[in-house]
């Protein structure tokens, strides 16, 4: 006799069951990282935001203060004109004057001397160093960075003391006839030079280095078994692997250069005006805030113009440096 099938019910489940059963599947959303556009933002907020408080805002700053005017007793008139951009180009109550350009070329000129008389330092003092073993490098490493330790004013003086008339350069240079018996060295284009050149060293040799480290010296010694003379293998093998380093010591050197006023000052006996020198007397003995912001300016878009005129195009459409 068969038996009947037993109809089972599904099971009830209870209110305490009921309520232990999770509801949500998955992180909550607000928990949820963000995506696209959005995690861009959150990621360069904080730059953004110190870019724009250090250098967007001052530079606005600047803008706003070369088109007031100085008032009767150097305080700043918030009244719109355009003679400091006037006076910029050589405009003045007396007709035009081109002092204030003389000023900005001789700036670019010491600024492209020192960078050159940097990069013809630079390239035997880094292939020396990375030809030595490692604690040669490191040895000549710090020698290089000893500069960045001491004050660019206390460097100066340095020099002062070591160009003066009772040292032995200053002595041999009056034995030679180039200077008279008892003199210095100083005041002059010889001091600023050596001034400027030691000061930015560092600059341009520590980028400069990092890319001769990584030479590839196999392909330097190929060239040479090719017969290639002196001069063709630093055209077609160093420079090539050597310019990124190159492109940042150039940039590092030219840039604070044009605005150097110390080293100018103290060795040059403040005989030629740099844009550096003009600005500080703005600022200071002058009290005339709004034409040393529109130099400042000025000093801005020189800077920008040697960066651009630096940057080539590639045949591949991309810029490069140098």
Request: hydrophobic share 50%; proline share 8%; charged share 10%.
């Amino acid at each position: 006799m068969e038996t009947p099938p037993v109809e089972t019910s599904p099971r009830e489940t209870s209110p305490i069951e009921t309520s232990l059963e999770p509801t949500v599947k998955g992180p909550p959303p607000a928990l949820k990282r963000p995506t696209g556009r959005l995690a861009g933002l959150l990621a360069a907020g904080p730059g953004l935001f110190w870019l724009t408080a250090l250098l967007a805002l001052p530079c606005l700053s600047l803008v706003a203060m070369a088109l007031a005017t100085r008032g009767q007793y150097g305080e700043v008139v918030w009244a719109f004109s355009l003679e400091n951009l006037e006076r910029l180009v050589g405009y003045s109550l007396f007709g035009w004057s081109p002092d204030i350009l003389w000023i900005l070329l001789r700036s670019v000129l010491v600024a492209a001397i020192t960078t050159i008389l940097c990069v013809a330092v630079s390239y035997p003092l880094t292939f020396h160093m990375a030809t030595r073993s490692r604690s040669v490098r490191v040895f000549w490493l710090i020698l290089i960075m000893v500069p960045f330790w001491t004050n660019v004013v206390v460097r100066t003086y340095g020099w002062l003391l070591i160009l003066g008339p009772q040292l032995p350069p200053a002595k041999l240079a009056a034995l030679l006839g180039l200077i008279p018996p008892g003199g210095a060295l100083y005041p002059g284009s010889f001091a600023v030079y050596l001034g400027m050149t030691t000061t930015f060293l560092p600059f341009m040799a520590l980028p400069l280095y990092a890319s001769v480290e990584r030479l590839d010296w196999e392909t330097l010694e190929a060239a040479r078994d090719l017969y290639a003379s002196s001069f063709q293998v630093f055209l077609r093998v160093i420079l090539p692997q050597t310019r990124p380093g190159l492109a940042v010591g150039v940039i590092m050197t030219f840039v604070p250069a044009m605005a150097m006023f110390v080293v100018t000052d103290i060795l040059g006996g403040a005989k030629n005006m740099l844009i550096g020198n003009l600005i500080q007397q703005q600022f200071g003995q002058a009290r005339d805030w709004p034409f040393g912001a529109a130099l400042s300016l000025a000093l801005m878009f020189l800077t920008l113009l040697s960066l651009a005129l630096r940057k080539s195009k590639a045949p591949s459409g991309k810029g490069t440096f140098l």
